[in-house]
């Protein structure tokens, strides 16, 4: 059975640094491409950030560039999100997305969620 | 403001037929890129609904079907059900973006 479950979300200041990490399981990492998306309460989906199945490119999207680092070590069967500069735009449930492919294709597919992790942003 | 524009909500009653349409441009269905489209119950996780355009992944019942046409997209939702009730998003490329996006998303109430 696939599993996504993200986790090292919570309230940060602004300014602040976060990373959140996603473990996966049922399914061999390394050989899909993983996006993160995020939802600010009540509001409609986001794409954040995408890399391709051994790390070698990545995508971001033009709110997050400079600010946001995607990874993944697929040793460890987990993706990561290092956010920093965080403001309360940013403030979201974000969710690890695997993709049917393992290169980011145009548009990507997105088979399987993660249940997501809530991100505040606040003082 | 998102690419590709949903209506914020639809609504029908039990068994009728409802169609959400998916308006995007030149530079994302216009182009020719496929859409996608995604199904997210209330308090649940997004799940996959329809792919390049008009595929059913496994389970998803042929109630659901996606089409597209020039610079638009569209999901129909025939004999509709309680447990339709639901928010739906459409998704593809744009060029101009170089990324994946979204439309702003639909919210269908089953009267």
């Known amino acids: 059975e696939v599993q996504l479950v993200e986790s090292g979300g919570g309230l940060v200041q602004p300014g602040g640094s976060l990373r959140l990490s996603c473990s996966a399981s049922?399914?061999?990492?390394?050989?899909?491409?993983m996006h993160w998306v995020r939802q600010a309460p009540g509001k409609g989906l986001q794409y954040v950030s995408a890399?391709?199945?051994?790390?070698?490119?990545?995508y971001y999207a033009d709110s997050v560039k400079g600010r946001f680092t995607i990874s993944r070590d697929n040793s460890k069967n987990t993706l990561y999100l290092q956010m920093s500069s965080l403001t309360a735009e940013d403030t979201a449930v974000y969710y690890c997305v695997k993709d049917r492919w393992r290169w980011l294709a145009v548009p990507g597919l997105f088979d399987f969620w993660g249940q997501g992790k809530l991100v505040t942003v606040s003082s | 403001q998102s690419v590709l524009t949903q209506p914020p909500s639809m609504s029908g009653a039990p068994g009728q037929r409802v169609t959400i349409s998916c308006i995007g441009s030149?530079?994302?269905?216009?182009?020719?890129?496929?859409v996608n489209w995604y199904q997210q119950l209330p308090g649940r996780t997004p799940k996959l609904l329809i792919h390049?355009?008009?595929n059913r992944p496994s389970g998803v019942p042929d109630r659901f079907s996606g089409s597209k046409s020039g610079t638009s997209a569209s999901l129909a939702i025939t004999g509709l059900q309680a447990e339709d009730e639901a928010d739906y998003y459409c998704?593809?490329?744009?060029?101009?973006?170089?990324?994946?996006?979204f439309g702003g998303g639909t919210k269908l109430t089953v009267l």
């Open positions: 890399i391709n199945y051994n790390g070698d490119s990545t």
């Open positions: 030149r530079s994302n269905i216009g182009a020719g890129y496929a």
């Open positions: 390049d355009n008009k």
């Open positions: 998704q593809s490329y744009d060029s101009s973006l170089s990324g994946s996006v």
């Open positions: 049922g399914f061999a990492l390394s050989s899909y491409a």
